[in-house]
């Protein structure tokens, strides 16, 4: 495909072809994404695709199959196969136990034909002498580019004597005159003529092969106007060197420089934008270079060089220092640092120890250790990221409408235009005007150029979700770009959003003949089973008092933005807020003052109710995270209001809206109160929403962009259209930056590439002949057009430059300090200070710390030169810090 038309066309096969419920085709991406009825036939629509005039990428994967004893065997085997998504034909060979694959690339790999093979009952066996890796796009972009930087240096060695051969006698009467001389008029047209037929049937052959089946199945494309145009003009000029008596004397002209230059020109275009087209498209190429094809497993005792295909879950893998992570999994013996850039877009390495996670596709630096892989294939989070980016680079975006509009009858137009401007000069200037006519009809067939209007949105979209992805924001669904430019508001839950989401349990008030540490215990019996920040904060710091056991938990029920509860230790409990134990018959009026002090001290608190009689409250801390307030104040420099949605009392919520600047704020409100919420915000316009819990997926749904975060639950990032790789909620100014630097980039491609017609076309039908005399030379119309696509993929390849400014980023100017101020919580003795100065200088050792355990204080001198990296440092030691 090489331009708006034939993703129309292709489009239109697909949408033809049996059991194809709707297609999208991607130009840039090089791929269709389809809606696909049951039981529809693969192999029949790659047959469309390929009637249409185009090829369908295939792949071709052979792997060994262990186990068959028969022909029924070789069925079953066969069977399987083709039951495997993108699959259009198997073939099993039970002499040689093989199977061979074919289908459609990108949509299946040998990971998935194994695990077919394998849920048929038999024995997948990769072959290693031909590998069942998938084939890299990087290197068949580079390939296919290649074989165009030849054909456009042969085209323009043939083209180049041409153009001197016939533009030099117009240039020099001396020229001409030695050329007269030495090699003769009629031989000079002869060797012009030949080295010209050189190019155009030579490099240029495709544009006459490819354009002559698309004027046949009367669906022409950039190739067909190519072949007319150049065509036209070396036909004729055949005929005014070979036959000029059939020609008016005034008439008898040559254009075989501007046949020869026009198809070099063009594949010059076609170069340059193929590896521009590369470079807008590589991310998804860079991801997938990103896992190892071979994984060191212990296996029967011994470490074994497997291919990454056939590691299992459960497999115990070695990671040695430099080398790549090949699946997902839990460490368990050593310890080292790890680069996990391409997943948080931050460069900082991340520690690992056993117990904590290895992400497939990140980098070992330092040390050596092993892991427990728990997530292979398709499943592994490099896979989904994959399969994230690859859905939003397919998107088709509101605005791309009007283009699709304009490019579903565009080269028609042009082809009706091409003959009008022909018989027009004819008609006002009669036959003696035929040259003019020909060049005239040539430039308008060459100059108009689909192809930019076809890549003006998918190059800018490509390439900003691929530079998102390197940021570390994921767009799920590429559509969310456009979208988020029209959000007015942004709404933030607060608990492990706003928060760090780590509260740490700090007052239990316990109610007359009820024992706090009995109420802790059967607190924490019942929170183990829920996700709730609080409850795991609660459960933590049972074990940490190690308070007895409440005994096994039966009849647990969660009720969403109440509470849970369970019976635990031979009584009911209820723990969550005081609606939660109104409802349970047991108000918790008599802490209601409490409550009210504490929140408005910042706490959260949860009460707790046995056997239907209020029995105490659990307060919480849980600070801002660090970098809160300046995110918030990117966004609202961005011109975006800033709200605060969060199930906490008003007081809490208050506490923490004030400290991060945030404009409005609603407390007290349950997942359908935060939905209900959100409907009213979106009366001032379009709203999004930030969240990483659970209880946060009914508002990420109802939003008009829901935003979770890198550490929510998987159910928070499914409901979600876009998804952060890591918990900076700077990273939400970034998503908001980027994406209106790429609907920015949208609109100038499209602007340009509609522009670039509206004004050329007229010139070359020859408007500007009769008042100025000035006529476009074709091969200068070639060149306008391969510039216009270049015009189009270099503004959206600017976009992997993106950057958002200091002042976006969190980096908002501070005025002189001569010290910084962290109030810092938790700290109860000098091993606490001991432990936070230590912290502190392990970023700046050249400073003076002085902690107050009284306030809470903690103040640097000289002031801190990156205040919020000190604060997060503190906070990583155990005592959350925010900026005084």
């Not at 155009?200 to 145009?229: E, Q, Y």
């Not at 209020?614 to 801390?621: D, M, Q």
Request: proline residues 5%; charged residues 20%; aromatic residues 6%.
């Amino acid at each position: 495909m090489t331009c708006a038309a034939c993703v129309r066309h292709v489009e239109k096969a697909l949408k033809g072809a049996p059991g194809v419920i709707d297609a999208h085709v991607n130009l840039v991406g090089e791929r269709a994404d389809l809606k696909l009825a049951p039981g529809a036939d693969l192999a029949e629509i790659a047959a469309r695709v390929k009637e249409a005039g185009y090829e369908p990428r295939l792949t071709h994967i052979e792997l060994g199959v262990g186990g068959m004893t028969c022909a029924s065997c070789v069925a079953h085997v066969e069977k399987a196969l083709k039951a495997v998504p993108g699959v259009t034909a198997a073939r099993v060979n039970l002499t040689t136990e093989r199977a061979f694959v074919e289908g459609l690339e990108g949509a299946f790999d040998a990971a998935a034909l194994a695990a077919a093979v394998r849920g048929a009952g038999y024995e997948p066996r990769p072959l290693a002498e031909k590998g069942a890796a998938q084939p890299d796009p990087i290197a068949r972009r580079a390939a296919e580019t290649e074989v165009l930087r030849r054909r456009f240096l042969l085209a323009a060695l043939f083209a180049a004597p041409v153009s001197l051969l016939e533009m030099g006698g117009h240039m020099s009467s001396a020229f001409m005159a030695w050329t007269d001389a030495t090699i003769g008029h009629h031989n000079l047209m002869l060797l012009v003529a030949a080295l010209t037929s050189v190019v155009l049937f030579g490099p240029g052959r495709r544009f006459f092969t490819i354009g002559a089946a698309s004027l046949i199945r009367r669906a022409p494309d950039m190739n067909a106007l190519v072949a007319l145009g150049a065509g036209a003009a070396y036909f004729y000029s055949l005929l005014a060197t070979f036959a000029p008596q059939i020609l008016p004397e005034n008439a008898r002209h040559s254009y075989f420089e501007s046949a020869a230059i026009i198809v070099a020109f063009i594949l010059l275009g076609r170069w340059l934008e193929a590896r521009s087209r590369g470079r807008a498209a590589d991310a998804i190429g860079k991801l997938a270079r990103l896992q190892p094809k071979i994984a060191h497993v212990r296996r029967e005792g011994a470490v074994q060089d497997l291919p990454v295909e056939e590691v299992l879950v459960g497999d115990v893998i070695e990671v040695r220092p430099g080398e790549s992570i090949p699946v997902d999994g839990v460490v368990v013996e050593g310890a080292s640092h790890v680069d996990e850039s391409f997943i948080t877009g931050e460069a900082a390495p991340v520690a690992k120890k056993p117990g904590d996670t290895a992400t497939g596709g990140s980098v070992n630096l330092a040390g050596a250790f092993a892991f427990r892989a728990t997530k292979v294939g398709a499943e592994t989070f490099l896979a989904d990221v994959i399969r994230m980016v690859e859905t939003a680079q397919g998107a088709r975006l509101p605005i791309q409408d009007l283009a699709d509009r304009v490019t579903a009858i565009f080269v028609p137009v042009v082809l009706a235009a091409a003959l009008a401007t022909f018989a027009l000069w004819l008609y006002f200037g009669g036959f003696s005007n035929l040259s003019l006519a020909l060049v005239s009809a040539v430039n308008v067939l060459i100059i108009a150029c689909p192809c930019a209007m076809g890549l003006a949105t998918p190059a800018a979209l490509v390439t900003g979700t691929g530079r998102a992805a390197e940021l570390g924001v994921i767009f799920r669904q590429g559509d969310a770009l456009q979208t988020l430019c029209g959000v007015r508001t942004v709404a933030f839950d607060k608990t492990g959003t706003l928060t760090l989401g780590k509260p740490s349990l700090t007052r239990i008030v316990a109610g007359e003949g009820f024992d706090a540490s009995r109420l802790l215990a059967l607190a924490a019996a019942v929170e183990a089973k829920s996700e709730h920040p609080l409850g795991r904060a609660l459960v933590e710091a049972a074990r940490s008092k190690q308070v007895a056991e409440a005994g096994a938990v039966t009849h647990f029920a969660y009720e969403p933005g109440l509470g849970v509860k369970g019976e635990a230790g031979g009584v009911h409990v209820a723990v969550g807020s005081a609606e939660l134990l109104a409802a349970e018959g047991a108000p918790a009026d008599a802490f209601a003052r409490t409550a009210e002090e504490l929140a408005g001290q910042g706490a959260s608190c949860f009460f707790i109710a046995v056997d239907g009689e209020a029995a105490g409250l659990f307060a919480f801390s849980d600070p801002p995270r660090p970098e809160a307030a300046r995110a918030v104040a990117a966004l609202r420099d961005l011109g975006l209001r800033v709200a605060l949605i969060t199930g906490d009392r008003e007081a809490t919520a208050r506490a923490v809206g004030e400290k991060i600047g945030v404009d409005d704020i609603f407390a007290g409100r349950r997942p359908d109160g935060k939905v209900a919420t959100l409907q009213d915000l979106r009366k001032a316009g379009p709203v999004a929403f930030v969240g990483d819990g659970i209880n946060d997926a009914p508002a990420l749904a109802a939003a008009d962009v829901g935003i979770a975060m890198g550490a929510g639950t998987d159910i928070a990032v499914e409901s979600a259209q876009v998804a952060l790789m890591s918990s900076d909620l700077g990273k939400v100014a970034e998503a908001f930056a980027l994406s209106r630097a790429t609907l920015r980039t949208i609109k100038q491609n499209l602007v340009w590439a509609f522009g670039y017609n509206v004004v050329l076309i007229p010139v070359a039908m020859g408007a500007l002949y009769p008042s100025a005399g000035i006529m476009l030379n074709p091969s200068l119309g070639a060149a306008a057009m391969a510039s216009s696509s270049l015009f189009v993929l270099g503004n959206a390849l600017r976009l992997r430059q993106f950057a958002i400014s200091a002042r976006h980023d969190g980096d908002m100017p501070m005025p002189e300090a001569t010290n910084t101020i962290f109030a810092v919580s938790d700290m109860t003795c000098g091993h606490c200070a001991a432990r936070v100065k230590k912290a502190v200088l392990s970023l700046e050792p050249a400073a003076e710390v002085e902690v107050d355990l009284n306030s809470g204080d903690v103040t640097m001198t000289p002031a801190a030169a990156d205040p919020a990296a000190v604060a997060k440092a503190i906070t990583e030691a155990g005592y959350p810090a925010q900026i005084k």
